[in-house]
């Protein structure tokens, strides 16, 4: 394919709800456009898009993919965008580098929770919106009453450019208000072809016409005064207006068919090349400029075959094979060797891409999704990615002992390539632990973990990080003594533990006066101590916050050694911890939940049973902001919680806060457990 001038190139990520027919669509007007010569299906798992072993037998989109044709001249860069909300990550990373989302909704389901954050997403993004509504054939599908959703739930300006001919399993074509024409999909032949407007749909075409151009002149002060004379528009003139409107995001064509059935896709296409701003029109969402070469890399593809590949859009300027650029987060020089056009799984090698368009490059060594190339240091700044922080998190082993090493560089792999699964060894519990947007997100890095680098893993419930601190001061005497027989043992310290600031750190000060321990051994007292404090007395957690005076204790001259003081040091914490009324601590969270205004009770009400304190709601259009502190043992499986109480349209985020002690009803329950614990180990 040649290199496309910017005005002829149109970049759209095609999103939506969960199993709307995304995939489908795209397979239909890559068939339509002669991309591809069969028409695929996701039942069959021959899709382009969803080329991934995962997702065919999943039969649903785990990752964008990246597909292009051309249509009237243009070239035409289709992200197909996974709709279920634990694979976010990619869509709103599609979302950001182009000029347009193809929003699809079922014409049975109308608008679903993903079809209303997608579209919130691209309105903040200032993204030109077409929809298309799908599944049209299908049983008790309604173009109307989905199309009268859309305009309540999302816009006002939602207005049909397409109408169906005929409905349900009766479905036979679509008619196209813009160009006043009318599409079948014979059986068989499966190609798209042109046919008349039925005579009898005349007056209901006649009213949305109407209603179409009412939308548009709206927008247009020159055609209104042509149109409110009396005038008759051309086909031409209203498509350019309409254009003009779509690009402003002044109206929002409302689009349809059957995707299965490649029908809707001729006046879709048509749709996107007049309706979607190309990446050379001023004000679209990215402006282009500056003289040198700059590149976004927002995805990044672990193939099996060709390793590492970067997807990018070229902001400004021509990327070109075997040149150089700079990575400007790694400050390294990186190595353009093969340029890529992606067409889902299959690439072919090219040349260059100029400004506007979408490639990919392999074998670049330290770029990563988020990561801007440069063909020489520059002043230029564009906004990263956004992801959202990961909501779930798994302790993560592997089945096979010796496994471990295996499994983290495996696991840093698929971290590379999604962003939103993240790794993290928890210091405390020292437990491998890793995070995801979904329990199907990280389920899914599980099956990938075994298909892909053969390593068979478990996941649990983590373990809550909690730590032990003392309230008040106390002293005590630790006396090590072993003399039967030969060289003895001999250490005897006294030392004073005092409460810090915080409940954080450990200090040892040395306040031995008179050389009553040899300044030789003091190290081993600290020693001692800091060992004991690895496992606390309460619930074997680590003690934190504690100020240690070693104040007094006396020595032997034979039998006293490094090993005497240590063991000394460690009975004398262990003393003075029991008498310095120590505490269990648990990490806070802060949590903010978002959630639908009805919701708001149950969720705060459930916030409650888990000990949250609530600090703070704020409106958000429809939605409610609710912050509290919740404690991290409370909310370890909250995303199923909150699914439940919201109707799957909650969302919430959280990070950790500060430590504080366990509400003693609580920490007894854990003590006695841990007690428990070590009992029977003993036995
Ligand atoms: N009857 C009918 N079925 C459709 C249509 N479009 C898609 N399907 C079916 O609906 C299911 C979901 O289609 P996909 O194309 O995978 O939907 P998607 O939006 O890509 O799904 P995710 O990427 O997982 O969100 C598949 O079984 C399709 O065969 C349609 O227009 N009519
Ligand atoms: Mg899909």
Redesign the pocket.
């Known amino acids: 394919m040649p290199s496309f001038e910017p005005g002829k190139i149109r970049n759209v990520v095609v999103a939506?709800h969960?199993?709307?027919?995304?995939?489908?669509?795209v397979e239909a007007m890559l068939f339509q456009s002669g991309a591809t010569n069969r028409l695929g299906?996701?039942?069959q798992g021959s899709t382009v898009s969803?080329w991934d072993e995962d997702e065919q037998r999943r039969?649903?989109?785990l990752s964008a993919s990246i597909c292009h044709l051309e249509w009237q001249g243009r070239k035409i860069n289709l992200i197909?965008a996974?709709?279920?909300p634990g694979f976010q990550g990619d869509a709103l990373a599609g979302l950001r580098v182009v000029e347009g989302a193809l929003i699809?909704c079922s014409g049975v389901m109308g608008v679903e929770v993903q079809t209303t954050r997608v579209w919130r997403r691209a309105e903040e993004l200032g993204l030109s919106r077409v929809l298309f509504v799908?599944?049209?054939?299908?049983e008790r599908a309604d173009f109307f009453r989905t199309l009268a959703q859309l305009d309540e739930q999302l816009a006002p300006q939602c207005v049909a450019v397409h109408l169906p001919i005929g409905s349900e399993h009766e479905l036979t074509g679509i008619v196209d208000l813009i160009h006043m024409t009318a599409y079948a999909s014979p059986e068989g032949a499966r190609e798209e072809t042109q046919i008349p407007i039925p005579e009898e749909m005349a007056d209901q075409v006649q009213e949305y016409r109407e209603k179409l151009l009412d939308g548009v002149v709206e927008t247009d002060e020159g055609l209104m005064e042509r149109y409110l004379d009396g005038q008759e528009l051309g086909a031409e003139e209203v498509a350019h207006a309409l254009k003009d409107a779509v690009t402003r995001g002044e109206i929002f064509p409302v689009a349809c068919g059957?995707?299965?059935?490649n029908l809707g896709t001729t006046a879709l296409l048509d749709l996107l090349v007049e309706g979607v701003p190309s990446p050379a029109r001023k004000g679209s969402s990215i402006e282009l400029d500056g003289d040198g070469t700059a590149a976004f890399v927002f995805k990044t593809i672990a193939d099996p075959f060709a390793g590492r590949i970067n997807v990018f859009r070229v902001l400004s300027g021509t990327v070109r094979s075997d040149s150089q650029v700079v990575n400007t987060r790694a400050r390294a020089k990186e190595r353009v060797g093969q340029l890529l056009l992606l067409q889902g799984k299959e690439h072919t090698q090219t040349t260059e891409f100029g400004p506007g368009d979408i490639g990919a490059v392999s074998k670049l060594k330290e770029t990563m999704t988020g990561d801007l190339l440069l063909s020489a240091e520059q002043e230029i700044e564009f906004p990263g990615i956004g992801f959202p922080e990961p909501v779930m998190s798994f302790a993560i082993t592997p089945k096979a002992k010796g496994d471990e090493e295996k499994m983290a560089s495996s696991l840093r792999r698929l971290s590379e390539e999604d962003p939103t699964l993240i790794l993290r060894r928890d210091p405390q519990t020292g437990e491998q632990l890793v995070s995801g947007m979904s329990q199907m997100h990280v389920e899914v890095a599980v099956d990938r973990l075994r298909r892909r680098f053969g390593v068979d893993v478990e996941l649990h419930q983590p373990r809550v990080p909690y730590l032990e601190t003392i309230r008040q001061e106390a002293r005590a005497q630790g006396r090590y003594k072993k003399q039967t027989g030969g060289r003895g043992q001999f250490g005897d310290c006294h030392v004073v533990l005092e409460p810090l600031e915080g409940h954080v750190g450990y200090e040892f000060v040395d306040q031995i006066v008179g050389g009553v321990i040899p300044q030789s051994f003091r190290p081993a007292v600290d020693k001692g101590i800091q060992e004991a404090m690895r496992h606390g007395e309460l619930a074997g957690a680590p003690v934190q916050g504690v100020r240690v005076r070693l104040v007094d204790g006396s020595y032997h001259t034979v039998d006293s050694s490094e090993m005497a003081f240590k063991i000394a040091g460690s009975m004398a914490f262990k003393q003075a911890y029991e008498k310095a009324n120590p505490v269990l601590l648990e990490p806070i969270m802060e949590l903010e939940a978002i959630v639908p205004d009805e919701a708001v009770g149950a969720v705060n009400g459930d916030l409650n049973s888990r000990r949250g304190r609530l600090h703070g709601m704020e409106p958000r259009g429809g939605m409610t902001s609710i912050k509290a502190e919740v404690p991290m043992s409370e909310i370890l499986t909250y995303s199923q919680s909150l699914t439940s109480l919201t109707g799957g349209r909650g969302d919430y985020h959280m990070h950790f806060l500060r430590y504080e002690e366990v509400p003693s009803h609580i920490a007894q329950k854990l003590i006695s457990e841990t007690k428990k614990e070590r009992e029977a180990v003993k036995v």
Not at 134 to 138: F, P, T
Not at 258 to 261: C, E, F, G, H, Y
């Open positions: 939506g969960r199993g709307t027919g995304k995939t489908s669509l299906g996701v039942e969803d039969r649903m989109s197909d996974p709709g279920d699809v799908n599944m049209l054939d299908r059957v995707a299965t059935k």
